[in-house]
């Protein structure tokens, strides 16, 4: 009996001890010693905003890119002079260079404030970033809870199956989001995301050219969104080509997205599963039919995923320049 006591009070620990990560980030983590944080960060990310769009995407990204990584430790950010860092894997090497900036760029604005020099992480900098971009393209604004430290150690190894790929069905989907507590909603809002995205010509060609020996073209595909898509990916296509992820709508933040899942107009087969797949094809009706559940959706799912794996109290460090460890 007394072994089994212990598994319990153990298991209960660490169930306690999950709930205190998240206990202990808050809103006003930085009160007292960097008040003015959020008005730094946004000041530098509309600056940046304004030179260049792609800061949106590229930011949103890199933050997603970096919480399903050994948790939001900012550990993605991490430069390697052997190459051999986060960023270095094939999965990271297309995330865009602005979004990287805007976090230079955010953290030089926070330093620059005596108060406030090395004492918010890099972490919490790319998630206010995050929120940022999200309110300058038109979608929610929501409170962003901070206390994230900054990891110190960054792989090409750890990105190993840790990110989604562009042929994901949805049990893969689900799989990968679940090992981040991150439920079927989460994900199907976090998709949401696309609405600003954009994807190479590679991540979906197969779906435009050789799908099958019996179909050249995905049959979930819009036909004539297929042949627009041959037109702007040719054979052979300069591999730096962007197409967007949401064809109708692709500087705004809203649900135009399952919208055009409803008409076949996802770009990736990960997008389009969400809405051919009978168990997520409800959530999809739902937020192309209300823009308003779905920006409630997201705001929950984004505040989810700024939880996972976090490093508060002692653990990891408050970065002095965001792309190395002190």
Known sequence: MESRSAILLSSLLFSLLLTATSAQLSSDFYKNTCPNVETLVRSAVTKKFQQT?????????????????????????????????????????????????????????????????????????LALATRDVVVLTGGPNYPVELGRRDGRISTIASVQRHLPQPFFNLDQLNSLFGFNNLTQTDMIALSGAHTIGVSHCSRFSNRIYKFSPKNRIDPTLNLAYAFQLRQMCPLNVDPTIAISLDPTTPNTFDNAYYKNLQQGKGLLSSDEVLFTDARSKSTVDLFASNNDAFQQAFVNAITNLGRVGVKTGNQGEIRHGCSQIN
């Open 53 to 125: 769009f792609v800061t949106a995407p590229a930011t949103l990204r890199l933050f997603f890119h970096d919480c399903f990584v050994r948790g939001c430790d900012g550990s993605v950010l991490i430069d390697s002079p052997t190459n051999t860092a986060e960023k270095n894997h094939p999965d990271d090497i297309s995330l865009a260079g602005d979004g990287f900036d805007t976090v230079v760029k955010a953290k030089a604005a926070v330093d620059s404030d005596p108060q406030c020099t090395n004492k918010v992480s890099c972490a919490d900098i």
